[in-house]
């Protein structure tokens, strides 16, 4: 591995901004939009169960029909990708067992073998105490990705705009998600801004580094 | 900006795993480590609200004394660096009026432009609708910047492993959180894998593709 320079990285991190304007002609191309989707799947997440589902909506109509419900956002039907992120409706032992013949197939291993492994899950979030809200903890495995996504993204200089301000509910509706066992949680339009959006000027607002950063 | 070839990305995206066993001699260098803090400032939050405060602990007394609540776990005290991704105690309206005030201060435009703004966040995250569940919003922000970080950290050539498996309680008291008005969310150690750690050789277990990134 060929690490970057730390620089490099402020730089990508420092170009980066939630795009209002995208440029509607402008598209990524197959090979790095690959490398995206690519990034979404290697995203790290609690004991790997990847409790999620990337739905990359390129269809024109039903990019028109969410767009209402996210704030009429001019991103949702200009930008180049939209993605949106969900979760399963369900993270329950079948979820998990799928997730353990995964693992027995790629590593070539016995199911047997990982009987540790399938308890430690199931007495935590798959039955265990924080199944009572397996779905929130599955809802920030999703943020992880999406902060996967924004920053891989800005490295291969790809635009993005998180989208929390949309309708979850409208959203499964559109997309027929409920059928398909998964429900909305946030989107992320990904494209190339617009020479027009005077948001990419602004200066970046942070908090200051001594009120954010504490060292113990 | 200057982009990175899509297969560097991936590159570092396969080279990243939840490291087991840090090399507790390799310390990361003070370049690569503010760029680090950086990437944390720098990460993206819902209307840029901020809502996080990062603690890196570097004592070595507080570190031992936080192994035992994080499943014992050697990443604790054996990795170069441990931050631990907290959220503020209030989500109220002191603290979107230092947001507002700072907006002001590096835009330099008076804080009555911002009316608007103002206001869609008081109807929303901080007084609206979504304060009832303000502490679970701020803490999937805390996931973005966990999930930046992860990949900011693997671009630059540093291992992480993100805790989960820790108790928050016993963090807040041992760090001395809540008199800071903090609440401890998850940690991710960074530093250096160990060349014993015969996880680094496992292969990825990953979902197929097909199950995990749908087209419409």
Known sequence: MNPIPPAHLLNALNWRYATKQFDPDRKIDDVSWRALEDALILTPSSYGLQPWHFFVVTSPELRSRLRPHSWNQSQITDASHLVVFTIPEKI???????????????????????????????????AGPRSAWSREWACRQVYIALGNFMTAAALVGVDTCPLEGIDPMEYDAILDLPAKGFNTVVACAAGYRSPEDKYAALPKVRFDKSNIVQHL
């Open 92 to 126: 329950d032992v079948p979820f998990m067992e799928k997730y353990l013949d995964r693992i027995a197939e790629v590593r070539g291993v016995p199911l047997e073998s990982l009987a540790f492994y399938r308890d430690m899950m199931l007495k935590d979030v798959i």
